[in-house]
């Protein structure tokens, strides 16, 4: 039988190289560059096996009911309405990241004269780790599921054109993209290099896969209004749900964090007047946080939000100004 030789292009000088059946180190003939071939294995599909019944999701789901801030009367007045299982299609894509990453970092000290000098000392980190990157292939909609956090599960025999699953929407290409972008920016983030100066690190795809998932989905109701919840078919785990919040929980949050701001504030006052300016402007940029804090939850505490969200309950810094703009338009006050 006759050896299969393909011709390539050397990536360095363009010159045409020889590679043999087999082969995966070869040298160009032409400017000595060392090279390593790995052919496209394409992609590998599979899907695990649901190892949770439909009894067992419910129980997850109606425990999940009695956790956190979610409505008192939720166990006893909550109703299961629907529950079925469903296999989502993810991305997995094992990458390999190599590289170097320089920079410096800045410590600060003081002399005796109270000068504060500041001494840069350089950095030079070499970057190998394997990543996983995980990402849904299909519109997962308002189920608040994007990546998959287990990868470990008994794989299914079944027929995939019989499985009930949503339909792959990602392309591979756009898959390959993003994981290589995560791969390269983890690979940079885990250097710990504070200010860089000069980066060179790259990504190499080891292994692509789609998995077909198992997910339960409960749907319930509560005083005429449907809420919905996700089960992991692999490890009885919630992934995502949304329930009603407490009205109590959302009343004792606004009146304590008003009165616990209001108080570091007017402390601050007569401690900025007679003591320490810089302090008392801290004290009272944190009494008026607390009391932004606490408006955000009695806003937006009347909805429990958990799992991959696009707008979840999460407060950030942008969040806290709206609503203290918001708190303070209401009585009157000025803006930030």
């Given amino acids: 039988m006759p050896e299969l030789s393909v011709g390539l292009t050397c990536p360095t000088c363009g010159g045409t ?98 000068h504060v000098h500041t001494e840069r000392i350089p950095m030079e980190q070499m970057v190998l780790r394997d990543t996983i ?24 025999l079944e027929d995939f054109t019989m499985l009930p699953t949503y339909e792959a929407v990602t392309s591979r290409d756009d898959a390959l993209s993003a994981a290589r972008t995560y791969a390269i920016d983890s690979g940079i983030a885990s250097a710990g290099v504070p200010h860089i100066t000069f980066q060179k690190v790259s990504a190499i795809i080891q292994d692509i ?12 109701e509560y005083n005429d209004r449907i809420y919905l919840a996700t089960v992991d078919g692999v490890t009885n785990s919630l992934l995502s749900g949304r329930a009603p919040g407490d009205a109590l929980f959302q009343s004792l949050a606004v009146t304590g964090g008003a009165a616990a701001g209001g108080l570091v504030a007017s402390l601050s006052i007569p401690l900025a007047w007679y003591s320490s300016p810089e302090l008392g402007i801290v004290g009272l940029i944190f009494g008026v946080a607390i009391t932004a804090i606490a408006y955000h939850f009695f806003r937006n505490g009347s909805e429990i939000v958990e799992g991959d969200f696009k707008s979840n309950n999460k407060k950030s810094t942008s969040d806290i100004i709206n609503d203290l703009n918001e708190l303070s338009g209401l009585m009157g006050g000025m803006r930030i």
């Fill in 17 to 114: 190289i020889s590679v043999g059946e087999g082969e995966k180190n070869i040298k160009c003939q032409y400017c000595d560059s060392a090279l390593h071939i790995d052919g496209d294995e394409g992609v590998m599909i599979a899907a695990f096996k649901n190892k949770v019944t439909k009894e067992q999701s419910i129980d997850t789901v109606k425990k999940w009911w009695k956790k956190g801030l979610k409505s008192r009367d939720l166990k006893a007045h909550g109703k299961i309405v629907e529950c079925y299982s469903i296999y989502l299609p993810f991305w997995k894509i094992k990458a390999r990241t190599a590289g170097w990453v320089c920079g410096y970092e800045e410590r600060h000290r003081t002399d005796s004269n109270g």
């Fill in 209 to 220: 896969s789609m998995i077909y998932y198992p997910i339960w989905i409960v749907q319930y």
């Fill in 133 to 156: 990157y995980s990402n849904i292939a299909c519109d997962p909609g308002d189920l608040g599921i994007h990546r998959l956090h287990n990868f470990h599960g008994e794989l299914t």
